[in-house]
């Protein structure tokens, strides 16, 4: 079992930034991987990051790409996302998910922290 815990969400005006963070706790086994993904309403959950263990490899979804980072520290199984020059279609809901090896399914996942970017 793996528990995530989120934390930074919140209310920010176009073209600021925010940082998030997900702290993983119980048990976990390298290799694994912990992304991020959203959810604005009305819509389907998409993949917004993600990133190994190592920090060697992180994936964007084209939208965030050059304007979000991802970084890990995998002594304190922390994962991180920070946030630049948002926009207000960043708005949704924001979840950390942990998945075992290589990130194709992820199997735990944290209970989300609102992300809300004015105009």
């Known amino acids: 079992q793996v528990l995530l815990a989120e934390s930074g969400g919140g209310l920010v005006q176009a073209g600021g930034s925010l940082r998030l963070s997900c702290a993983a706790s119980g048990r976990t086994f390298i290799p694994y991987t912990m992304g991020w993904f959203r959810q604005a309403p009305g819509k389907e959950r998409e993949f917004v990051a993600s990133?190994?263990?190592?920090?060697?490899?992180?994936y964007y979804a084209s939208s965030v790409k050059g304007r979000f980072s991802i970084s890990i520290d995998n002594g304190k199984r922390t994962v991180n996302l920070q946030m630049n020059s948002l926009k207000p279609e960043d708005t949704a809901i924001y979840y950390c998910?942990?998945?075992?090896?290589?990130?194709?399914?992820?199997?735990?996942w944290g209970q989300g922290t609102q992300v809300t970017v004015s105009s």
């Open positions: 998910a942990y998945a075992s090896g290589s990130g194709v399914t992820y199997q735990y």
């Open positions: 990133v190994s263990w190592s920090g060697d490899t992180s």
